[in-house]
């Protein structure tokens, strides 16, 4: 009874050697940010597909020759299984852009937005301006609204009158 038990015991051991051989696992990583990278699939040589999870993790169960690490921000990586890390680093695609150049002049010292305000309501400088006195600020102010009203009453009495 005795040697059945350590007879089982080790076939238990070599199959679970045998499994943990046959699985590949690692983690992707960005090679500039070294941010995991969810989303990258892993093709599996000869057959088969795996997309890393969130945390950037992947488990290849069974047999594989090599597999390829393809993402659309990446550069694609194909590894053989014996070369396989724990860490697997992706470099991110070079994406260059033309120059820009912007050309701005500074604001004079002195810039009262008031008086641009009601230049801008005026329409000074405007084609087809109105020629209306109006300020902006006035709407953020109940006070001066108030008396405005107040003042415009007296000004139709004084032109009733």
């Not at 690490?69 to 053989?80: A, D, I, K, T």
């Amino acid at each position: 009874m005795m040697c059945r038990r350590r007879y089982i015991s080790l076939v238990f051991l070599f199959g679970a050697a045998n499994v943990c051989r046959a699985q590949v696992s690692a983690v992707v990583f960005d090679m500039e940010t070294r941010c995991c990278v969810p989303g990258v699939t892993v093709y599996v040589n000869p057959n088969g597909r795996v997309v890393t999870d969130r945390y950037g993790r992947f488990v290849i169960g069974g047999e594989c020759n090599s597999i390829t690490l393809s993402h659309g921000s990446y550069e694609p990586l194909s590894l053989g299984k014996d070369a396989v890390p724990d860490t697997v680093w992706l470099l991110p695609k070079m994406r260059r852009l033309d120059e820009v150049v912007i050309y701005g002049n500074k604001p004079k010292p002195g810039f009262d937005v008031r008086q641009a305000a009601r230049r801008a309501a005026a329409g000074v400088g405007m084609k087809g301006g109105t020629g209306v006195n109006f300020d902006f600020f006035l709407i953020f102010n109940p006070k001066e609204r108030k008396h405005a009203k107040c003042r415009k009453k007296i000004k139709e009495m004084l032109d009733k009158y």
